[in-house]
């Protein structure tokens, strides 16, 4: 396949980065195509745990090209420590890694106006990972970002870094009270930046497509999910880019006929962080005992993850708007305990059943249920699906169905061995 896109399906967190790592070995580049700092995959290798924030995870495999794509909003400081953190463990990186210079760059303050418009937002707030992303995003689309590229343009410098201050001035000061940018300061900021991030700069769209042409292997990594895209999650509580389909081809810039293959990452049951819909949530005591076998703890911010269970109607969704190939359901030894596990089938809004994710309305969403018998045997050591006890084959079987999207890798444990490859 020239180009395989991974994409999560629900509130983010599926363990995207797991399925990647795994599918990672032939593969030639791997490309991250939006978001942030915000997103946090863990990968467990030999042992060892890695946490991720903005360089693919593919970094881990010796051979494997990573690219920070355009459609990124990239935080210098969280870069430049994630690099740290790869060469402290030996991680050899410095001839594999690009960043595309049409990507926006996210500076400190915007952190800070994140923060400030969380805690003065009372009951209207996101629950945003408070790293400055919707910020950035929205000076990308008001045209007062500043991308990669423009750190090394003099004129930049000269005619439109004194404006984007004083702009950032008036908001800074007369919104949230805070002190105001130094131009010196931001100057020196983004020089350093730009001498750091130098050796890495490549023109995404040319070198990615000129890669494809050539045969090479690419893999698209999304971060967050598809209920948390701008577009087609559950606005306004979502994030600030389009972790679908639609953000991989704008994010990274290649032609999309390359794309062969969409892979929808998704849990076996469902968790969100932050505010906002969440139809299938449980609460109390069920809640707390699935979040702690889960171990569901935002890998950013270490929050709580909401928790609940395993959504069909949100899996329809992200295969009708991603054009999923098929899936990879992750953790499924998180429910080896449970003596029944329930299923949300369908919903009905308003007394009538509806067979899409509704753009509003969430809280009289009345979800329909199927109850399914549990397996009550571990899971993790199944290494073909044939090894998967009775009643987690019917689990997987019976939502492949509703679904109508193949299963085709089955994740039952957290290192890379502790997968199932599915027909
Ligand atoms: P932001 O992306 O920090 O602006 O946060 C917006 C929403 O997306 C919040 O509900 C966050 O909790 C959620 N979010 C952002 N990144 C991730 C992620 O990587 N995993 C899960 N949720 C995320």
Redesign the pocket.
């Known amino acids: 396949m020239p180009a395989t896109l991974i994409i999560?399906t629900q509130?983010?967190?599926e363990g995207k980065a797991k399925v990647i790592d795994y599918l990672s070995h032939n593969i030639d580049i791997v490309v991250r195509y939006q978001?942030?700092a915000?997103?946090?995959?863990t990968v467990k290798v030999n042992g060892d745990t890695y946490v991720f924030h903005l360089i693919p995870s593919g970094i881990l495999y010796p051979d494997v090209i990573c690219v920070l794509g355009g459609g990124m909003v990239i935080d210098p400081d969280a870069f430049l420590s994630e690099l740290d953190a790869l060469e402290k463990r030996g991680i050899q990186y410095k001839d594999r890694l690009r960043v595309a210079d049409n990507a926006h760059i996210l500076l400190p303050h915007q952190k800070l106006i994140?923060s400030k418009s969380e805690e003065s937002s009372g009951n209207n707030k996101?629950?945003?990972?408070?790293?400055?992303?919707?910020v950035c995003y929205s000076d990308k689309v008001g045209r007062t970002g500043i991308r990669v590229a423009d750190l090394y343009s003099e004129n930049f410098y000269k005619n439109r870094l004194p404006y984007l201050v004083q702009h950032n001035n008036t908001i800074l000061k007369k919104i949230y009270e805070v002190p105001e940018l130094e131009i010196q300061e931001v100057t020196k900021y983004l020089r350093t930046t730009a001498d750091k991030l130098r050796r890495y700069l490549v023109n995404v769209s040319y070198y990615l497509n000129m890669e494809l042409a050539s045969g090479k292997k690419i893999m698209l990594e999304g971060?967050?999910?598809t209920m948390?895209d701008l577009d087609f999650g559950t606005y306004p509580?979502?994030?600030?880019?389009n972790p679908t389909t639609g953000g991989a081809i704008t994010g990274s810039g290649i032609n999309f006929q390359y794309i062969e293959n969409v892979i929808g990452i998704t849990k076996a049951y469902v968790t969100?962080?932050?505010?906002?819909a969440f139809p299938t949530e449980l609460f109390g005591d069920e809640a707390e005992h699935l979040r702690k076998i889960g171990n569901e703890y935002?890998?950013?911010?270490g929050?709580p993850?909401r928790v609940g269970w395993f959504d069909v109607e949100v899996i329809r969704h992200a295969a009708r708007v991603n054009g999923l190939h098929s899936i990879a359901m992750t953790k499924l030894d998180v429910l080896d305990s449970y003596d029944t596990i329930k299923v949300a089938v369908g919903y009905e809004l308003s007394g009538k059943r509806i067979s899409y994710f509704p753009s509003s309305d969430y809280e009289n969403i009345k979800v329909l249920y199927e109850e399914f018998p549990g397996w009550k045997e571990p899971v993790h050591e199944c290494k073909n699906f044939g090894d998967l006890p009775k009643n987690a084959r019917r689990y997987i079987q019976a939502i492949e169905k509703f679904c109508g999207v193949p299963i085709r890798l089955i994740s039952v444990g957290p290192s890379r061995e502790s997968t199932i490859l599915k027909k």
């Open positions: 999560g509130w983010g967190d978001g942030g915000n997103a946090g995959h994140d996101i629950g945003t990972t408070k790293r400055g992303i919707g971060a967050q999910g948390l509580y979502v994030t600030s880019s969100r962080v932050g505010e906002g935002g890998a950013t911010t929050r993850r």
